[in-house]
Structure formats: C-alpha cells, structure tokens
C-alpha cells in the first residue's frame, strides 16, 4: 500500500511538471517576458525534491507538501482571475492536491510501516 501512494504522488507530482511545461510552452502569456524565465520561474523549485521522491524518502515526501501549496494556491489564483474555464491552473490545482494528499498518505503508512516492522524485531 505504501507503494502505491508513492507511486501516485510521483505520478501526480510529474503531472505537475508537465501540465507547468504546456502551459508555458503552449499557453496564453505575455510576450514581455521570456518564456524562458517563465519556466526556470515554474520548475526549479519542482527540480530539488525530485531525488528524494523517486528514492521514497519520507522527509522529502514531508517538505514536498509545503511546495505543493504553494503550486495550489497559484492555481486558485490563477482560476479566480480567470474570465472562464482555464484548464492549465485547474490540471495545476488538481495535481498538486493529488501530490499533496498521496504524499500525507505515504508518509503516514510508511511509518506505521516502520513501527509495526520494530515491534516485532
């Protein structure tokens, strides 16, 4: 079970990565800044959790999640400004509250995992 969320939350967190890309690459913004920038902006912070994620390490998975809020409240305020439906920052939204969720999971059973796997050491 514990592999599962992991795996859900990788899912999820490249998701992200990839729905941040089209929407730079393929979306509406201004051509007054580069997109370039843009995407440095976007996904160099998605760049320092990756390692641990991919090696299941419950500390990253932990720290992650305040990275997660911080792409989730981006999209809420991306969809709020918004004039009708925006279907980058609702994917955003919606794979960061994935990340979020899978990764709280994982982290929980990964320790009830480790307690139980002590107590009968």
Known sequence: MVQIYKNIALASFFGLMITLICWITLGEHSNNYPTSAFLLIALVPLLFPLRGLLHGKPYT?????????????????????????????????????????????????????????QKTE
């Open 61 to 117: 998975h932990a720290w992650t999640t305040f990275l997660m809020l911080l792409y989730f409240s981006h999209g809420i305020g991306e969809v709020y400004s918004a004039e009708g439906f925006s279907l980058y920052p609702s994917l955003e939204i919606l794979f960061s509250g994935i990340t979020f969720i899978a990764s709280i999971t994982f982290i929980k059973l990964n320790a009830r995992m480790r307690r139980n796997s």
